[in-house]
């Protein structure tokens, strides 16, 4: 793995006032005296190596094509690359309207052996192609992992990964 050292020379305590419930305006902070030395703190930082695992079959919901095009799995976290075409990333991203913050008319989940949801980060990029998906999943176990996917009015499609 990569070894780092983060070096200090001076510290410098700061005291505020003030909750953050009565707004932020309202909190003052003071900087105490600087104190001088010398600290190093070394780290070495993991290499999270993974393997490919076999990409699952495409999908279709509606207007929208779902293509996997790559599932990595490491010790800690499985990786999931889709390409979508025959819709936007506006379109995906839209909300139906439902009193509050609206409902996602697309949702994708990864599904743990025992059903929980795994879900880390991930996002969405616009690309020649149409969009690419990127999908984190935690990997708590082996075992088989679903991706689940929903477009309100279009269906859903679930999908199973075989983790080692």
């Known amino acids: 793995g990569a070894r780092v050292s983060l070096h200090i020379t001076a510290v410098t305590p700061v005291t505020c006032t003030g909750t953050p419930s009565t707004g932020p305006a309202d909190i003052k902070c003071n900087p105490g005296p600087t104190v001088a030395g010398s600290w190093t703190l070394p780290a070495t930082l993991g290499v999270d190596s993974d ?33 979508v075409t025959g819709v ?49 999943g935690y990997r708590v176990t082996p075992g088989e992992y679903h991706v689940h996917a929903t477009y309100l009015g279009y269906g859903e499609f679930d999908r199973v990964l075989h983790v080692p």
């Open 88 to 136: 936007t990333e506006e379109e995906l991203s839209r909300r139906t309207p439902d009193g509050k913050k609206g409902t996602q008319v697309f949702t994708i989940t990864v599904l743990g052996p025992n059903g929980e949801i795994v879900n880390g980060n991930g996002g969405s990029f616009p690309n020649e192609q149409g969009i690419h998906l990127h999908v984190y």
């Open 51 to 83: 393997i490919s695992l076999p990409v699952p079959a495409p999908a279709q919901l509606g207007p929208a094509t779902f293509r996997f095009v790559s599932v990595r799995s490491s010790a800690a976290t499985i990786s999931i690359d889709i390409e």
